[in-house]
Structure formats: structure tokens, C-alpha cells
């Protein structure tokens, strides 16, 4: 898919992985809508960048609808739909204050599992309508799982099992839009400088990228967002999840 002219929705664009991408997309001519349940950061990136920012909580259904209508209604319809929404919560199955409580499990899921599938369905559902391009293609979709999806450690177990639904759905859902012409790709990021390793001090997020075989940092937002754009360039790039890691593979703990 040509980036240039395309238009293109990244939800969860209003900071790191997002933010990196939307601005990729937008200084290689895409005509990029930003999402996100950020208000404040998501119209401030909007505003800086000459960008319309949709407010948009991926589990609420009719908001996704609703962003994906506004970057559809760009000539030639929508093109690229990147997801980058996400979250995390650290504990235990069980230990000695007894199992794990169902609410934040379920809130990991609905918003890093359900909030992808709900981006997913919304945006390929509206590519099916554009004009085919070169090879038949109408559309692409970027998700992000995480290496935690195949290296879950201690205290992972709702990051690692919505994660691994996200690779999980990659592959079916290529194969579901084929006929369409829409490609499905998924980004699997190791540890990342993102706002939530910033909070860290100085000499952890030091030590976490030491631990990196090579290059031994913390990954940038910027080279999540080179591989995205290579993945929506290169057709033959389909139902493939792609570690993004400096060859990282996780420890128990």
C-alpha cells in the first residue's frame, strides 16, 4: 500500500508507539486520523501537526465506529489502520492473599484484546468499500501484540493472554480478508522507551536495555514505526507476526 495520498487512522496515536507512528504516516503524505482515549495529548499532537484527533475509547464499539467513519470520509476511503491501544497490569494467578481478582483481567483483556478486534472489524469492514489498487489490495491493518504474548513472565498472566490473543487473531483474520484484498500484520515489541518505562528511574530503564542482546537499549517508538510503515508498503507481508525485540528473549522474572 502507497503511503503517500492514503488515508489512515492509528489509534492509541496520541503518545509513544501511536504518537511514532502518526508521524511516520503523516511525513510520508498520509492523510493520518488520530485516536485516542488521551484527549488532552491526542488534540495537542492534532493541533501541532495540522491532524484531526477523534476521541475514542477502544471498548466502546460506537467510538471506534465513529473514528473509523471520520477517517473514512476522506477521499479514496480508508487505507491503513494501525492500532497501538494498550495497557498493562502486573499479578500473580494466585498467591497468598488468594487468586488473582477477575475485574482487572477482564479490563486487560477488553481493552488490549477487544479493543484491537473491535478496531480491526470496524476498519477492514470499511476498506472492503475502496477501489482496489495494485495486486487487488484495498486495505492494510497493523496490530501490536508484545513479546509477552510468547515470554510472559511472573505477574504477566493478563498482559501475556490478551497479547497472545492479538497474535492469536493475525493469521484468521488475514485469511477472512483475503478475498478483499486487505492485509493483517502484527508488531510484537520487546522493551520499549515508551511513557510507561519513563516512569522508571533512570538506572532501571538503564539496566532493562542492557539486558538486550543487541542493540543493548531500550527500543525507540521511532523503529516500531519504520517497521509499520514497511509492513503497509510490502504486499507480501500478510498474517505475520513480527518480534520487534533485539533478539530479547524474556527470563521468568
Known sequence: MEIEGSSAIVVGGASGLGEATVRMLHEQGALVTIADVNAEKGAALGAELGLEFVSCDVREELQVEAAVQRASSAEGGLRIAVCCAGTGWAQKVAG??????????????????????????????????????????????????????????????????????????????????????????????????TPLLAALPEDARQKLGAGVPFPQRLGRPEEYAQLAGQIIENRMLNGETIRLDGALRMPPR
Open 96 to 193: 497468598s492473599r488468594g487468586p488473582h481478582p477477575l475485574l482487572p483481567f477482564e479490563t486487560i483483556i477488553a481493552i488490549n484484546l477487544i479493543g484491537t478486534f473491535n478496531v480491526l472489524r470496524y476498519a477492514s469492514a470499511a476498506m472492503i468499500s475502496c477501489e482496489p489498487r495494485e495486486d487487488g489490495e484495498r486495505g492494510v491493518c497493523v496490530n501490536t501484540a508484545s513479546i509477552a504474548a510468547f515470554d510472559g513472565q511472573v505477574g504477566q498472566i493478563a498482559y501475556s493472554a490478551s497479547k497472545g490473543g492479538v497474535v492469536a487473531m493475525t493469521l484468521p483474520a488475514a485469511r477472512d480478508l483475503a478475498q478483499y484484498g486487505i492485509r493483517v500484520n502484527t508488531i510484537a515489541p520487546g522493551l520499549f522507551d
